[in-house]
């Protein structure tokens, strides 16, 4: 079955980094493209980066260009987001998706909270 476990989330002091990993077993994971979202309390989810199947090509939301990196190392089945000079805004739970045959699947998340 698909399975995607997130990690790296922690609390960290404004400008800041962090890398979080997502760990992908049970499906293909070299013919997926893969997304990190957060959703932070109160708020919807939104989509925060996306990578192509092959890593050519990436995304990301407006207020995260310049500071977050999506990469993936399909040998490992794994996606990281690379988040630099972190913000209170970027507080969630950040989570690891892809889409399969039109059904989404998630990870659990790993919470990402950023204050002094």
């Known amino acids: 079955q698909v399975q995607l476990v997130e990690s790296g989330g922690a609390l960290v002091q404004p400008g800041g980094s962090l890398r979080l990993s997502c760990t992908a077993s049970?499906?293909?994971?070299?013919?997926?493209?893969m997304n990190w979202f957060r959703q932070a309390p109160g708020k919807k989810r939104e989509v925060v980066a996306i990578?192509?199947?092959?890593?050519?090509?990436?995304g990301y939301l407006d207020s995260v260009k310049g500071r977050f990196t999506i990469s993936r190392d399909n040998d490992k089945n794994t996606v990281n987001l690379q988040m630099n000079d972190l913000d209170p805004d970027d507080t969630a739970l950040y989570l690891c998706?892809?889409?399969?045959?039109?059904?989404?699947?998630w990870g659990q998340g790993t919470q990402v909270t950023v204050s002094s």
């Open positions: 049970g499906f293909a994971f070299s013919n997926y493209g």
């Open positions: 990578i192509s199947n092959t890593g050519e090509s990436t």
């Open positions: 998706n892809t889409m399969i045959s039109a059904t989404n699947y």
